[in-house]
């Protein structure tokens, strides 16, 4: 489970990806990410065509990748959705950057098949981009990068001032980025315990801004 500062995220109704112009086609893609590989299902929906792909687990893998479809389906244009995890925004702002829009999707709201069938990750990322294109998903609006930096320094300071043996759920990755921001705002002071998935490791250290 991950810890997020959910005051700045809003959830958006359910709705069809804006088509910036009638000739314009686009290609709903797919993305099914963990550590070890991203899979990925390109859809055009006004040919039916589809095509999967996989590459490393990095940003400049799935660029290549990307690149590959472009040219692939040249003259269209790309919108790319992943579910929401342990990469939070970082993926979604990553390609912002290079120029594709990308959407994060609430888990919950992925229609669940009715039959039984072999669950891969090739499988849900050709789901997931025929779900984005008919429009049955619903997305997260991402915060920017300040209140999402102020926003984990204010869970940690309510976990520490809430009880000193904090939810055993909580996650490695994001207790060091809490760990890591809060010790940037300290500067020199000493580095504190860390929050295991056993609990606390030594005494509370000081708070943030305190």
């Given at each position: 489970?991950?810890?997020t500062?959910?005051?700045?995220?809003r959830?958006?109704?359910?709705?069809?990806?804006k088509?910036?112009s009638m000739?314009q086609?686009?290609?709903?893609v797919?993305?099914?990410v963990d550590?070890?590989?991203?899979?990925g299902s390109?859809?055009?929906?006004?040919?039916?065509?589809?095509?999967?792909?996989?590459?490393?687990?990095?940003?400049?893998g799935?660029?290549?990748?990307?690149?590959?479809?472009?040219?692939?389906f040249?003259?269209?244009?790309?919108?790319?959705c992943?579910e929401?995890?342990?990469l939070g925004?970082t993926l979604?702002?990553d390609?912002?950057?290079?120029?594709?829009?990308?959407?994060?999707?609430?888990?919950?709201?992925?229609?669940?098949p009715?039959?039984?069938?072999?669950?891969?990750?090739?499988?849900?990322?050709?789901q997931l981009a025929?779900?984005?294109?008919?429009?049955l998903?619903?997305?997260?609006?991402a915060p920017?990068?300040?209140k999402?930096k102020?926003?984990?320094?204010?869970a940690?300071?309510?976990?520490?001032?809430s009880?000193?043996?904090?939810c055993a759920?909580?996650?490695?990755?994001?207790?060091?980025?809490m760990d890591f921001?809060?010790?940037?705002r300290?500067?020199?002071?000493?580095i504190?315990?860390?929050i295991?998935?056993?609990?606390w490791?030594g005494?509370?250290?000081?708070l943030?801004?305190?």
């Amino acid at each position: 489970m991950m810890v997020t500062s959910t005051c700045y995220a809003r959830f958006l109704k359910p709705q069809k990806p804006k088509e910036a112009s009638m000739k314009q086609s686009f290609i709903y893609v797919g993305l099914d990410v963990d550590d070890t590989q991203y899979h990925g299902s390109a859809f055009a929906k006004h040919t039916g065509v589809v095509v999967n792909f996989h590459c490393r687990p990095t940003l400049k893998g799935l660029l290549r990748q990307l690149e590959k479809l472009r040219q692939h389906f040249s003259g269209c244009a790309f919108r790319l959705c992943y579910e929401a995890s342990y990469l939070g925004y970082t993926l979604q702002r990553d390609l912002a950057e290079q120029g594709y829009h990308c959407d994060v999707v609430v888990p919950t709201s992925i229609p669940t098949p009715r039959s039984k069938q072999i669950k891969t990750d090739r499988i849900d990322a050709a789901q997931l981009a025929q779900f984005y294109a008919n429009g049955l998903l619903m997305v997260v609006s991402a915060p920017s990068r300040h209140k999402n930096k102020t926003g984990i320094c204010c869970a940690r300071a309510s976990i520490w001032s809430s009880s000193k043996r904090p939810c055993a759920s909580i996650c490695k990755p994001c207790c060091a980025a809490m760990d890591f921001i809060t010790r940037r705002r300290l500067k020199a002071a000493p580095i504190g315990p860390s929050i295991t998935l056993a609990g606390w490791s030594g005494p509370s250290p000081p708070l943030p801004g305190v």
